[in-house]
């Protein structure tokens, strides 16, 4: 079953703060994040796994809520380039992402 | 170091011919993925290797999608009578590790427009 993510889109100033979310139906044990450029490929930035785990890649943090089985993405004072499409992922070997929120940071 | 290489980048097949796609995951990576991304949507499952056993084959569409990694390196995924819904970008990743706990490394893409 394919996470859902929210919001579909949102469109920041540079230095505005962002909140991805990430909810699935059934049991999570880990959570990937990815983001994709126009035109590029995924490029991961960071795994979350079971206990309410906070895990950090710059200024971009992300929180695991295993109960809930959400996780979300914490983007703060965003850049020009963290433009892209966030992708989470869940599962096992058969990885099952969500259907990506579109991020556009503008000067 | 090498990154994950796909190819071809772009392949356009009329309806019905056969098509091959290619994979070079990182030396080494021992788990590798295949996944399929229509326009606008996420990267969608196909199957997955562990060296050279394909361990996951639940996401594959059709009878017509076959996938291979004969020595464990390499992969090939073909689809045989194209149809248009194949059109999409076919994503290769690879994984250093057995675990899905860890990160997957993406190739660019193959491009493949079926007309």
Not at chain 2, 52 to 72: V, Y
Request: aromatic share 10%.
């Amino acid at each position: 079953q394919q996470p859902v993510q929210s919001p579909q889109a949102v469109i920041l100033r540079e230095g505005e703060d962002a909140v991805i979310n990430c909810s699935s139906s059934k049991a999570l044990y880990s959570v990937h994040w990815y983001r994709q450029k126009h035109g590029e490929a995924p490029v991961f930035l960071m795994i979350l796994l079971k206990g309410g785990e906070q895990k950090g890649h710059e200024k971009i943090s992300a929180s695991f809520n295993e109960k809930k089985q959400q996780s979300s993405l914490y983007l703060t004072a965003s850049q020009l380039s963290y433009s892209g499409t966030y992708f989470c992922g869940t599962g096992n070997n058969d990885m099952r992402f969500g259907a990506g929120t579109r991020l556009t940071v503008k000067p | 170091g090498a990154g994950v290489s796909q190819s071809p980048r772009y392949k356009v097949a009329k309806r019905g011919q056969d098509v091959a796609l290619r994979c070079d995951p990182i030396s080494g990576h021992v788990s590798l993925f295949w996944y399929q991304q229509a326009l606008g949507q996420g990267p969608e499952f196909l199957t997955y290797f562990q060296n050279e056993a394909q361990l996951d084959k639940s996401g594959l569409p059709s009878d017509r999608f076959f996938a291979e990694r004969p020595e464990g390196s390499v992969s090939t995924l073909k689809i045989q009578r194209t149809q248009q819904e194949d059109s999409a970008v076919y994503l290769c990743a690879s994984s250093s590790r057995r675990l899905v706990s860890y990160e997957q490394y993406f190739g660019p893409g193959t491009r493949l427009t079926v007309t």
